[in-house]
């Protein structure tokens, strides 16, 4: 209540009070000076009281659905001429090109951060397919394992549905089981995409979900099998792109689309047939939030790592980050 009621008179009336000060003839200069300082401290005060950060935060939209695709480069997007449903996102919402992978950029590592809202050092999954952290987490919440997104959700809103399917097992390792409404691996459907699509389709409409993941980890599977930019690689994100519009149209059948955010990233880029090094190619992936209270056609100069996603996600669902994260939501999105 302090910091509200602070809040409040600094920016009411701290104007007239400097205009006071400063038109009073019985107070000398020194006077007037220290007068203000205090107000300047109190006005800091107030603002500082009432930061995204310190407030209770309120909730942006009642669903957020978030699709991974694994090894998805933004290097080189504009090659990629056959995705009318990832430029329809563009074009609605806000998006960076350069968001970037903490190091090593391998899987495990980078979608443990896009979880942990932390990077290597913190979360302590070191590499490729980390199914423990080799170093350990720096802290750990009841469940033995560093704050995720959806451990956090649970804490905070103990009742909502939030799910996580996937087709590489190694997510399983990275997201608290235990905290979720629902997780699903669903093995070989590297061969065929539909079967996870369908999946997720059926749990989007059965659900409406507070929060939900559908990784796909083919686009990941083609780079390594005949290389990154190549012909088949597009060729297989033009498949995901048509698993987007079908996710799409699934939030639309279950009558939640107009308050869902719908988010798109990934872990890592890659060059030739690989990852897991340090070139741009590697590290940077699309980041591209489309929905309610989001600008169009936005793409943001800001700064944003692979740790900034679940805190952009916290705070469009109204969730207090935990202290032991790191990342930043991306506020420059916000309408």
Not at 102 to 120: E, H, K, Q, R, Y
Not at 188 to 214: L, M, Q
Not at 223 to 251: C, F, K, M, S
Request: with cysteine; glycine share 6%; aromatic share 12%.
């Amino acid at each position: 209540m302090w910091c509200k009621d602070t809040f409040f008179i600094c920016h009411s009336n701290i104007f007239a009070v400097f205009l006071w000060v400063l038109n009073d003839k019985n107070l000398d200069t020194m006077k007037k000076i220290l007068f203000l300082s205090c107000l300047s401290v109190l006005a800091w005060m107030g603002i500082s009281c009432n930061s995204p950060q310190q407030q209770k935060l309120q909730p942006m939209v009642k669903h957020v659905v978030m699709v991974g695709i694994d090894g998805w480069a933004a290097h080189d997007l504009a090659q990629a001429h056959d995705i009318p449903n990832i430029r329809n996102l563009m074009a609605n919402g806000s998006y960076t090109l350069h968001k970037r992978s903490v190091l090593p950029s391998a899987s495990a590592i980078n979608w443990a951060s896009t979880f942990m809202g932390a990077p290597t050092e913190l979360h302590g999954y070191t590499k490729w397919n980390s199914k423990v952290p080799e170093i350990p987490a720096l802290v750990q919440n009841n469940h033995n394992i560093f704050p995720t997104i959806y451990s956090v959700i649970r804490e905070q809103k103990p009742e909502a549905e939030t799910g996580c399917t996937f087709d590489w097992d190694g997510v399983k390792f990275v997201i608290d089981t235990l905290a979720i409404s629902h997780w699903e691996y669903i093995p070989d459907s590297y061969v065929d995409i539909n079967k996870n699509c369908t999946i997720a389709e059926n749990y989007i409409k059965e659900k409406k979900p507070f929060f939900y993941t559908a990784y796909f980890g083919t686009l990941d599977e083609t780079g390594h099998e005949h290389g990154w930019y190549t012909p088949e690689y597009y060729n297989t994100l033009a498949e995901i792109d048509q698993v987007i519009g079908r996710l799409i149209q699934a939030l639309k059948d279950a009558g939640i689309y107009d308050d869902t955010i719908f988010i798109i990233t990934s872990d890592h880029g890659g060059i030739d047939k690989g990852h897991g090094g340090m070139t741009i190619e590697e590290l940077e992936t699309p980041f591209i939030v489309c929905g309610k209270g989001i600008k169009k056609g936005f793409e943001t100069p800001d700064v944003v790592m692979q740790y900034d996603v679940p805190a952009t996600i916290a705070y469009i669902l109204g969730i207090q980050q935990p202290q032991a994260w790191v990342g930043r939501p991306v506020m420059s999105f916000f309408e």
